[in-house]
């Protein structure tokens, strides 16, 4: 069984930065690929990134290209998503989730993916 727990979500000002971290149990992220995705209120999740071993291959919405990085470290069991320069409409609850067959199926689509974290808002300011 694998439990996701998301944290370092807050209220920031745009120009800002944020770092959240997702935080696996059970077996290790080192067998999966891990996605981030958002939820502003009237709107449908979406992809935001996610990284696959063992090549640490890594995908971005445009939407947050050169802004955002996901990283992850094998050791802690843990995912990153480092947010640079947050803009307003970044604000959405953020969630981290696991695909635990790559690489059949897309990198984008909320279905791929088979366990899904709690999420954590993330609140952007003007």
């Known amino acids: 069984q694998v439990q996701l727990v998301e944290s370092g979500g807050g209220l920031v000002q745009a120009g800002g930065s944020l770092r959240l971290s997702c935080a696996a149990s059970?077996?290790?992220?080192?067998?999966?690929?891990v996605g981030w995705f958002r939820q502003a209120p009237g709107k449908e999740r979406e992809f935001v990134t996610a990284?696959?071993?063992?090549?640490?291959?890594?995908y971005y919405a445009d939407s947050v290209k050169g802004r955002f990085t996901i990283s992850r470290d094998n050791a802690k069991n843990t995912v990153y998503l480092q947010m640079n320069s947050l803009k307003p409409e970044d604000t959405a609850v953020y969630y981290c989730?696991?695909?635990?067959?790559?690489?059949?199926?897309?990198?984008?689509?909320?279905?791929?993916?088979?366990?899904w974290g709690q999420g954590t808002q993330v609140t952007v300011s003007s």
């Open positions: 989730a696991i695909d635990k067959d790559y690489p059949r199926d897309s990198w984008y689509s909320r279905n791929t993916y088979d366990y």
């Open positions: 059970g077996r290790t992220f080192s067998t999966y690929r």
């Open positions: 990284i696959a071993s063992p090549n640490s291959i890594s």
